[in-house]
């Protein structure tokens, strides 16, 4: 097995075919996994949207080194998602601040940030995400999207959509996160973690898909 870049383009059509969301996200970087000149796996990273969470992992001193590790997909080949992970993390640019959320909803963990020594600082924050009656399966961004550039967005979806148009409490995420660097730009990052580091949780990781694209217990996180 061989793990390279890859450009977005080839990531995405196959990421849209496997991946649980079924969504694409900002890609800045994009990593492929290939067995026998076929794509097996790939992982990105992208910079948050949010400009809270990127000044509010470290503080603004590392705001513009933060990135998301926002997609992972892999057929199920023992130890294929560690190794992806693992040599994606080497061949990102230096200084690095990786962030990553393994899914509660999914029946997700996060074993394999475990296995790669990421660090363990939590659950994310209480959210709630736009809903439409009979549109559930949409995700709460593609929802919201919609009244994008409306001075009041909520009263707009709700003068569309009436009582159909609803909030719902999201589903908190166990969140990760890595420092990419040397020596003293890795002990920098840490020491000013606005995070307090936690014990990995544990407990029992759910299969959800009978396309090869599964969270196996010990191995596999498609995040």
């Known amino acids: 097995m061989t793990i390279e870049p890859i450009p977005t383009k080839d990531a995405e059509p196959w990421l849209l ?23 097996q796996g790939v ?20 705001e513009n ?10 057929v199920s080949e023992k130890n294929m998602a560690s ?3 693992g040599q994606s993390l080497r061949m990102l640019p230096k200084p690095s601040l990786v962030v990553s959320y393994a899914d509660t909803e999914q029946g997700h963990v996060g074993y394999i940030y475990q296995a790669t020594n990421f660090i363990y600082t939590g659950l994310s924050a209480k959210r709630t995400d736009w809903k439409i009656k009979g549109k559930e399966h949409l995700h709460g961004a593609t929802v919201a999207d919609e009244s994008r550039g409306q001075e ?6 709700r003068d569309k959509y009436g009582d159909d148009f609803y909030l719902e409490e999201r589903p ?29 949780p544990k407990g029992e990781s759910r299969r959800y898909d009978a396309d090869a694209t599964i969270e196996l217990q010990t191995t596999f996180l498609l995040g």
């Open 17 to 39: 075919k496997r991946h649980y969301a079924r969504r694409m996200c900002p890609v800045s970087y994009a990593f492929g996994a290939y067995r026998g000149g076929e794509l």
């Open 43 to 62: 992982v990105t990273y992208g910079t948050p949207v949010s400009s809270s969470l990127r000044k509010g992992i470290a503080g603004q001193e590392w």
């Open 65 to 74: 080194n933060v990135l998301e590790l926002n997609r992972l997909c892999c």
């Open 83 to 85: 190794r992806l992970v």
């Open 152 to 157: 009041n967005r909520a009263q707009w979806m």
């Open 172 to 200: 908190r995420k166990h969140r990760y996160v890595y420092a990419c660097g040397n020596k003293k730009q890795r002990a920098a990052m840490l020491d000013d973690l606005r995070y307090a580091v936690k014990p990995y």
